[in-house]
């Protein structure tokens, strides 16, 4: 894909809050496109995951370090001209901004902001198993929660090939 400015898309980061379904959307667009997947929560301190598993949200000090090393990641992918999926939260345009290395969001990273009513993600983390992030946590998530104007925003309640399909058809990839 190319922008306005001719710069080709080189990361998607898919984004929103607990249970939106960034992971499930994340892997499935990159299968489909060919390109790595890399999930957010596999950066986090240990630190920041005993945190969330004891139900305490993140506070932007915990994220700053963990925010400055998904920049490295995003800048290492555009660095080698690959291209990537990301599942992020990025919950606030501070974190996008600070996702989007040398300011390029809107030429080489575009977000795609997974919109999810509540009761449906309260219906998804109640049959959730495995995640380090406990139900108690969406609240703060929702609070924290800044809708993006810059992003494709999608109904994150379709069906997970109805999302790729639109995100595809969104950002013409």
Sequence with gaps: MRTAGGQAVQVIVIMGVSAAGKTTVGRALA?????AFHDADDYHSAHNIAKMRAGEPLNDDDRRPWLAALRRLIGDIIDRGDHGILACSALKQSYR???TPGGIQGSRVRFVFLDVPEPVLEERIARR???FAPPELLPSQLATLEKPHDAVCVDGAR???EIVKSIRAELSI
Excluded: I
């Design 31 to 35: 299968h489909e496109l060919g390109w």
């Design 129 to 131: 198993r495995g995640s």
């Design 159 to 161: 069906p997970v090939s």
């Design 97 to 99: 901004d600070a996702l």
